[in-house]
């Protein structure tokens, strides 16, 4: 292997069960703070390392335990969004960024355009490439897939409380947020809010752009705040939860 990633670091994508039978393809962006070999810490702390700065800290726990209650399909990013976001495109500053919310990140700072491209081909290309050749083949098969992007923020930003627990997301196709929003609002179980904590103006939406909206795709992003799964029975009740209303959703819209 050549370029960023050694053999010992393994492949950058990982696919969980690709034939599910249901429509639905979640994919997981920030699912790792694992950093490959070669980028060493980025000169940062092991706390930093840690912290939601470097993954969404119970996203894969959840995407993973819906892919049983579900029987979705999966793919995910197995390194940190500190060394390539893969919900941004090559050319945002944000995809490999020197400050993430309170921490400067030393690694990121002045990097060559070398240095990008080489993260951009171990890391960015393989992912949005592994989702295309995905989506390709199942809307060849017919059955187009339902894209669901998970994702988990933080409860404290910038030394501020946030109350919103889900938010449901979405970009200029919002028929299934709409859903999921409208069966979120019988139960009122959690504080569940449309484009919140952030939205398409974040630059947040680049995954449901690239792979929903331009394949024509029932899409949608799902931010759950992360101290709601940071152990395995919030993750089993939010999964419990996320599946009732998706499931409602999908049967509406597909009436
Ligand atoms: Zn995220």
């Known amino acids: 292997m050549t370029g960023l ?32 070999e070669k980028m060493g810490s980025l000169g940062l702390s092991e706390d930093a390392l840690k912290s939601h700065i470097a993954w969404d800290p119970g996203a894969l726990a959840v995407s993973q335990l819906l892919v049983e209650s579900l029987d979705a399909a999966l793919i995910y990013q197995r390194f940190s969004r500190l060394v ?20 400067e990140i030393p690694g990121n700072a002045g990097i060559s355009a070398a240095e990008r491209m080489a993260r951009t081909q171990a890391l960015y290309v393989p ?26 923020f933080t409860p404290v930003y910038h030394g501020k409380q946030r109350d919103v627990e889900i938010g449901i997301l ?35 939406t680049h995954t449901l752009i690239q792979h929903g909206l331009k394949n024509g795709l029932l899409n949608v992003m799902i931010e759950i705040r992360n101290d709601l799964v940071s152990n395995e029975i919030g993750q089993k009740v939010m999964v419990d939860y996320l599946t009732g209303i998706l499931g409602e959703s999908l049967s509406a819209l597909s009436q």
Do not use: Q, W
Request: aromatic fraction near 6%; charged fraction near 25%; include cysteine.
């Open 5 to 36: 990633l050694t053999e010992a670091d393994g492949s950058p994508v990982a696919v969980e069960n690709p034939e599910a039978l249901s429509p639905v393809l979640l994919v997981c962006e920030h699912a790792s703070r694992h950093l490959p």
């Open 84 to 103: 390539y976001d893969c919900n941004r495109p090559p050319e945002a500053e944000a995809a490999m960024p020197p400050v993430s919310e309170i921490f």
């Open 127 to 152: 992912f949005t490439n592994t989702l295309s050749d995905f989506i390709t083949t199942r809307k060849a098969a017919g059955r187009p897939p339902v894209l669901i992007t998970m994702h988990t």
């Open 170 to 204: 979405h970009d200029e196709d919002s028929r299934l947020a709409d859903a999921m929003l409208a069966a979120a609002g019988k139960t009122k179980r959690y504080a569940v809010r449309r484009n919140e904590p952030y939205g398409p103006a974040d630059g947040v």
